[in-house]
């Protein structure tokens, strides 16, 4: 423990030494470095679907019967598939969708987890009480046969034009919203117990005793100290999301055909394991190993972010 | 002197437990406690952990709210949890009386921010009363963890300080510190109360430090007031028999073997279930039948009108 | 203990009544209705008789009041009839529970023995290179697409080497033990590595945290092998809280057994349900649905006693 006098650090030194640690304890961490590059030159690549069409003039969802199950060639690397489109064209569309729905739905559920955790846990008692009972119905659920009924529901009947409700930005928004609506608990539960140690604390009295409200000290004490923990399951949860809408598309009940998607690529090989066995290897493939680098950049930020390494402070 | 803070027929009864099928538990907490503390005045409350002597602090700080009774801040009654109060808290673990997500400036300045002073403002004053409890202005860009105990201890006071409070309610300020550092703080705290005219309520259950600083102490049992008088009357002819125990469990130098009949016997019974009459009838000496049949009333001992004692017998 | 066993009883019943009106809702916000579902492509329909017998079967009726009746005819032990079956729910359901229950058994059999091994050995050498590799293991099986698992297991082992059948039952019903076993040795592979992987990083954890505790220190400093210390004090004491994980993983079990079911075609709850739900078969996913939600609840109700009986240091609050 430094003494107040011994050196003159600069405004913001405190704080930032507090993440450079964190940044240099995750970047030891080969296995977490590796994934979260290979996490980035996948979604350049995915986001290269775009231009890459444009300038080699082929479009992913043009069918040509005539070109059905090509071997790997200079103009279609992975082949193409029962239909004449480019394999890999629709893997790097596929990735954009299950990218954008993995940050999507993480960013609805962390804030519907928060705000309904850090709620229950502040003012406590009744309120508490009856969320709590309600995070433990849903964790009671099978996941994914609800997840199916939820896919299943027909937008019609809620007040949607039958445009609107087969339009693609609808379709994409509606499995976010699926997702997010059976897996905000985990982050409730964080969320929750954290308020609950961090709400007690002197901090907070003092802050109370000089006249602060409840949403002063949500704002300014609590989220500030539970935001650690918070992140360490945001992080995992993008993976878990990912594995959802591809398990929800292979089952017919998330983004549907046209639009690519890893999982309902899948849905299709599936038909086709005897002619064309490649085709189911590769959307599984990236699968698999988007979810696991996710997963190994979690575990890193985990470990980085670990009170026990957190040289000096004492965290709650 | 004039009358700052009033406490009438203060009880704070708290639930515990209770819930599907549970019937709920009432703890009394504090039980029908009246006090007053004059301007510039310290007053002690002391007594064992468990004896509310906190709760009753954390009611005059406006942090829990009293179940009956009223409390008045120059005879002007402030209701519950909100409402002005010219309090200040001082905690007891300095480790966890500060964000250690904010700066220490931020920290010391968050009253005035909560009244809407501007950020330079409010940020200058900060340094200004660092000072005054003996931290260089450096330390106002400092993260807590950088601090001892006893420096965080300062930067809670100037936290205090900063406010322009007329009382601060210090809960056992000292006995987190080490023996070294604890007369430095309660120097600093002398020294506060010398220049600023604060009023302070002492919260302790060191009757070394409390006969130091207090002007008047109030002895709590089992949330019931059992005696209060000026330190003087108190330290030299305490009335009530767990007054004297108390007194009596201070080792001294050069007393020799206490009186054994006023050694505490026994455990301090539970809040849950209180005894009857005088609470304090199942370790006292002199307990006879009257004490587990009536409360005894806090009246004056005799021959002293400014030292009450709730005894039947007291000195 | 038994103030407390009735309490979370009252609870899960509250519990599953909230969740069947949720069910029944969300249910009743699938396509169509189950009267146009039941006459669609019938040429002599006309707008006036489908009226009728939407009035008939009480589809016209406000939610509540419909649910009202269901719940009331379902207290009565009448669940209805599938639209897809032509048969009562129940009847379609009883084999399927059977289908499931034998492939979770199966399961579970492979899985917390094995997870306990692995756990074990991990824990003795935390940081070694049987923990790195367990530890990949472990993360691989939660990264995993289960639907992918399965696809890969058939091109290998029924497709290109023809070693296993694709489908997870026999086609006749009279198969021998054996036959069926053979059928099943794909579809348990899949759950148990999707299912052991987060039993594993339990494991592991539980027991370094043991492996590091007084009283194995003491059981060690007696000079007891190895093998007897991590088996029968370590292993014993981290099994304890196990009992919770178990239960937990349940639902996502049951989630897994789905996708299994799907893809290998076996009549099991999970496929049942997902059959209901893509024919809109309204009863049928109801109950289907509901019935999994009272087995995971009741699960973990059964894992919180058990937990409670187990570990004396735990007080009932």
Same mark, same amino acid.
């Given at each position: ?12 030194? =405190? ?5 450079? /640690? ?43 019967? &005539? ?15 029962? &239909? ?6 629709? &893997? ?10 993995? #940050? ?44 199916? $009924? ?71 004490? $609590? ?9 360490? @399951? !945001?992080?995992?949860? $993008? ?16 983004? +549907? ?60 | 002197?004039?009358?700052?803070? *009033? ?16 019937? /709920? ?11 007053? +503390? ?42 519950? %949890? ?34 809407g002073v501007p950020s330079e403002q409010r940020l200058a004053r900060a340094t200004e009363v660092l000072g005054q409890v003996g931290l260089p202005p450096e330390a106002a860009r400092r993260y807590p963890h950088q601090f001892s105990g006893g420096q ?19 809960? %056992? ?34 009757? =070394? ?14 949330? *019931? ?22 007194? @009596? ?38 307990? %006879?039948?009257?004490? *587990? ?23 | ?34 009267? %146009? ?13 489908? @009226? ?6 009480g589809v016209d009726q406000p939610l509540y009041t419909r649910y009202g009746h269901w719940l009331t005819s379902a207290l009565h032990g009448d669940l209805g009839y599938s639209s897809v079956y032509f048969r009562p729910v129940l009847d379609v359901l ?24 692995? =756990? ?19 993360f691989a099986s939660i990264s995993l697409p289960g639907f992918w698992t399965s696809l890969i297991l058939i091109i290998v082992f029924s497709v290109k080497l023809g070693w296993l059948p694709a489908s997870g039952t026999p086609l006749l019903s009279d ?31 539980? !027991? ?22 991590? !088996? ?18 349940? =639902? ?14 076996? #009549? ?50």
């Open positions: 423990m430094s003494t107040v006098t011994a050196d003159k650090a600069p405004a913001e030194a =405190g704080r930032n030494s507090v993440w450079s /640690k964190r940044w240099e304890r995750f970047r030891h961490n080969k296995l977490a470095m590796i994934s979260l590059v290979f996490l980035a030159l996948m979604a350049i690549a995915c986001a290269m679907a775009g231009p890459i069409e444009h300038f080699t003039g082929i479009d992913a969802n043009a069918t040509n019967l &005539l070109r059905r199950f090509r071997p790997p060639s200079a103009q279609h690397w992975l082949g193409t598939d029962d &239909l004449g489109r480019d394999v890999l064209l629709r &893997l790097l569309h596929g990735g954009q969708v299950s990218i954008a729905v993995g #940050l999507l739905a993480t960013v609805i559920t962390a804030v519907i987890g928060i705000a309904i955790g850090v709620t229950a846990g502040y003012i406590g008692g009744q309120f508490d009480n009856i969320l709590m009972r309600m995070t433990d119905c849903i964790i009671a659920l099978p996941l994914i046969p609800v997840l199916i $009924v939820l896919g299943a529901v027909d937008l019609t009947k809620i007040g949607l034009s039958p445009e609107a409700a087969s339009s693609p930005a609808v379709v994409f928004l509606r499995i976010v919203i699926i997702i997010a609506l059976v897996d905000w608990t985990t982050i409730a539960r964080i969320a929750r117990a954290g308020t609950i140690t961090v709400r007690d604390v002197d901090y907070v009295r003092a802050a109370t005793v000089s006249g602060a409200k409840g949403p002063y000290n949500v704002f300014v004490h $609590v989220l500030p100290n539970i935001a650690t923990p918070l992140i360490v @399951a !945001m992080t995992l949860s $993008v993976g878990r999301i990912i594995l959802f809408e591809s398990t929800l598309s292979f089952l017919g009940f998330g983004i +549907v055909p046209p639009t690519p998607t890893w999982g309902n690529m899948l849905t299709n090989a599936q038909q086709l394991i005897i002619s064309a066995p490649l085709l189911a290897v590769y959307p599984g493939l990236l699968i698999f190993t988007t979810v696991m680098a996710v997963n190994f950049v979690g575990d890193g930020v985990r470990s980085a972010f670990d009170p026990r390494s957190e040289a000096g402070s004492r965290s709650h | 002197m004039t009358e700052l803070l *009033r406490l009438d027929n203060i009880s704070v009864n708290i639930p515990l437990g209770g819930g599907f099928l549970k019937p /709920k538990v009432w703890l009394q907490a504090v039980n029908d406690v009246s006090l007053t +503390v004059l301007r510039g005045e310290t007053l002690a409350l002391v007594g064992e952990s468990g004896s509310g002597k906190s709760t009753l602090g954390y009611v005059v700080a406006g942090l829990r709210r009293q179940s009956e009774g009223t409390v008045s801040f120059h005879g002007a009654p402030v209701d519950g %949890e909100d409402g002005k109060r010219p309090v200040q808290v001082i905690f007891q673990d300095p480790f966890s009386a500060l964000d250690p997500r904010m700066v220490v400036g931020e920290i010391v300045a968050e009253p005035l921010r909560l009244k965080r201890q300062r930067i809670a006071i100037a936290r205090a300080l900063i406010a322009e409070p007329e009382m601060i309610v210090a809960d %056992e300020p000292l006995s987190a510190l080490d023996v070294s550092i604890q007369s430095q703080v309660l120097n600093l705290l002398d020294d506060i109360k010398q220049e600023h005219g604060i009023s302070y309520i002492f919260i302790s259950h060191d009757l =070394g430090v409390v006969r130091h600083l207090a002007d008047r102490v109030a002895v709590l049992y089992l949330g *019931r007031l059992m005696e209060v008088a000026s330190r003087d009357d108190l330290f030299v002819t305490p009335s009530h028999p767990y007054t004297q125990a108390l007194l @009596a469990a201070v080792p001294r130098i050069g007393k020799g073997r206490r009186k054994k009949e006023q050694i505490l016997k026994g455990e301090i019974p539970s809040p849950l279930s209180p005894p009857s009459g005088c609470v304090f009838h199942t370790r006292c000496p002199r307990a %006879e039948d009257i004490c *587990r049949r009536e409360r005894p009333a806090l009246l004056p001992a005799p021959g002293r009108p400014t030292q009450l004692s709730a005894c039947h017998f007291k000195d | 203990m038994l103030r407390y066993t009735i309490s979370r009883l009252l609870q899960a019943v509250l519990v599953i009544l909230v969740m069947s009106l949720l069910l029944f809702m969300l249910i009743g916000l699938m396509p169509g209705d189950p009267v %146009e579902n039941m006459l669609e492509g019938n040429p002599a329909l006309t707008p006036e008789t489908m @009226a009728q017998m939407r009035a008939l079967y009883g084999p399927a529970i059977v289908q499931t229950a034998k492939l979770l058994v199966l399961t579970e059999l492979i899985s917390i023995p094995l997870a306990m091994l692995l =756990g074990a050995l991990a824990a003795r050498k935390p940081g070694g290179w049987t923990d790195s590799i367990i530890s990949l293991l472990a198969a021998s033990m054996s036959e069926q076993l053979v059928h099943m040795i794909l579809p348990v592979t899949v759950l148990t590595f999707f299912h052991v992987g987060p039993l594993v990083r339990y494991v592991r954890a539980s !027991m370094i945290e043991t492996l590091n505790s007084d009283f194995v220190r003491t059981a060690r400093a007696k000079g007891l092998s190895e093998v007897t210390v991590v !088996m029968r004090h370590a292993l014993r004491n981290a099994l304890i809280p196990m009992v919770t994980v178990l239960a937990l993983g349940f =639902g996502s079990l049951f989630s897994g057994a789905l996708v299994v079911e799907t893809i290998f075609g076996m #009549l099991g709850m999970g496929k049942i349900i997902y059959d209901a739900i893509s024919n809109i078969d309204f009863n049928l996913a109801l109950v289907g649905l509901l019935l999994a939600t009272i087995v995971t609840l009741l699960s973990s109700l059964l894992a919180d006693l058990a937990y409670a009986w187990l570990d004396p240091r735990i007080t009932l609050k």
